[in-house]
Nanobody
Framework: QVQLVEPGGGLVQAGGSLRLSCAASGRTFNNYNMGWFRQAPGKEREIVAAISWTGYSTYYADSVKGRFTISRDKSKNTVYLQMNSLKPEDTAVYYC???????????????WGQGTQVTVSS
């Protein structure tokens, strides 16, 4: 079992930056792929970025490539999403998720955080 907690989120102006964090409980964090997803009002949830359990592989949605960076700190059981050059269309509830590796980074995830709101004003 993995519990995921996502503090942070908030309101930022277009062009600004924000870093999301997700703290995982449990001793097996290092065995899990970690992903960030988002869901905007009236839209389906979509994957934004993911990182493998080894930390060697990453995935980014085309819409965030070059602007977002996912990373993990195994010593802190934490995964981060650095978001730069934010756009109003990045406004959504962002969710952290975990899936035991090895597995495809875009496969179905098993554990989810509660979500955190990110709002980008124009």
């Amino acid at each position: 079992q993995v519990q995921l907690v996502e503090p942070g989120g908030g309101l930022v102006q277009a062009g600004g930056s924000l870093r999301l964090s997700c703290a995982a409980s449990g001793r097996t964090f290092n065995n899990y792929n970690m992903g960030w997803f988002r869901q905007a009002p009236g839209k389906e949830r979509e994957i934004v970025a993911a990182i493998s359990w080894t930390g060697y592989s990453t995935y980014y949605a085309d819409s965030v490539k070059g602007r977002f960076t996912i990373s993990r700190d195994k010593s802190k059981n934490t995964v981060y999403l650095q978001m730069n050059s934010l756009k109003p269309e990045d406004t959504a509830v962002y969710y952290c998720a975990a899936k035991r590796g090895p597995a495809a980074l875009t496969s179905v995830y098993d554990y989810w955080g509660q979500g955190t709101q990110v709002t980008v004003s124009s």
